[in-house]
């Protein structure tokens, strides 16, 4: 039903990432939903043209769309960010989109907001079909992979913030998402795509310790925690810290816990060699306690292609660096123009320390962490949360209350290794879906028991087990869906940082620039 136009990496792993069954586009009348994602020749612009007047529906960034109406003239800017306006479903859940890119933008937009002041999104029909235009190249923005500081919506004296991916890739592919919904409803074909999470919940919940440099009986006020909310916790583990504190690791282990790798040193390199001796030498570490790493956290969240590169060397199977994304569905990077091997999986970045600093009373901590445990569920994807022992032992009543309610609202818990292995099972599964006048088939040639198939129109959902084979279209059962979390318009003024902030930042990366020279 939806036709990637050209080969494209990363439109095809934001597409892996929803779960989306693609079709063939040699024959375009077959498709209900057209990306064009480059611009045509002159002689596909006029079939492309003719299949979109005779009930096809396209979407394609503004600057690939004028080779088929050259009437349309976009007007070139900068853009940092498009940020919703209205009630409009195209920005069902999704919160401002950064792009920080290139971007064109047509006088005949209506949805949306661009921090110009300009409307963003073209959404209209064109002849029996239908058009939804955006201000940005998809894959364009999601090759970015530059951090910067960004600050948070919260009902706090000061918004709290880190330094996070500068581009909104979660926001992205959720727009997206909502566009190609949009665009199947207009048809009467429903969105059809893999559940994002395991079957039988409406999100999954999980917890990430960076243990940093705790002491001892912070790393054990942390256990306790984990005892009195009744889970288990994803520890990633600073060996240069703690080598002397294994033995509680390989203790943890044995009761459940997901023990990996930190670093060696607390630096993420720019250049490859040391980045793996770094990584490297960690892994052994825990590997001569008995431990196996599969996975690692970076120190600070940061995220380069060398760090990538030395990963993929060591083979681990996953990172997690907010870096690069955070509040989005797993999925590996591109680098070189290749999908990575070590697949990424985002979590929230905002921590206690970073409330701690936003001035945050015990009340607004909680609350803060409710509504990105809301937000998250509301989006049917899953939340992961993270701290560091000091934090943790200092406010474990509080993070009892939010862990708790997490656990409730998400309906199951899992470790970020546990939710790896999942995805990576999804990432296997390989197939389509057709839709008769009557029944509904499945086509794969294999199936994973909890993953499910969900449709969605309007404002219901029905799932299918992801398992070859027929289902009449009256054996769905149609659920209502999550009513909606509406947009915080706190966050067009946490976009504007102070001087302190923007000082800190130039800080930061004069460091950096000065430990990258160094032997």
Sequence with gaps: MIGLWSESPHWQELLHQEGVSLFPVSHLSDLAV??????????????????????????????????????????????????????????????????????????????????????????????????????FDVAQVLAGYASGPRQFPAETPRFPYDTVARTGRGEVRRLVANCLRFLLAHTGLPYTHLASVPAGSPSVFGFRVDTDFGPRQDLEAVARLADRVGMTFSWYVNVGAHAAHVDLFSDLARRGHDIQLHCLRHTVYPDYARNLENFKNGEATLSAAGLTPVGVVAPFGEWNPNLNRALEELKLAYSSEFCLAYDDLPFRPVVDGRLGKVLQVPIHPICLGRLVAARASTAQMAAYFRSVIDLQVARREPCFLYDHPERIAQFSDVLAEVLQYGSDRCGSVTTLTQFAQWWQRRERFDWSLRMSDGDIEIQAQTRVDDLSVVLEREDCYATLPATPGDCPQTALRWRPGLKPVRFDPRALAARELSMRLRASSFLRRLRKTLQGHRG
């Design 34 to 135: 057209l990306i064009l994602n480059r611009e045509p020749s002159e002689t596909d612009a006029g079939r492309i043209r003719e299949y979109i007047e005779s009930g096809g529906c396209l979407l394609a960034a503004a600057a690939h769309a004028t080779a088929v109406w050259p009437a349309h003239k976009p007007a070139e800017k900068r853009l940092r960010w498009i940020a919703p306006e209205g009630d409009s479903p195209l920005f069902r859940n999704v919160g401002i989109v950064d792009i920080e890119s290139r971007g064109w933008v047509l006088p005949e937009a209506s949805i949306g907001v661009t921090d110009s002041g300009d409307k963003a999104i073209v959404a209209a029909p064109r002849g029996r079909g239908y058009c939804i235009l955006l201000p």
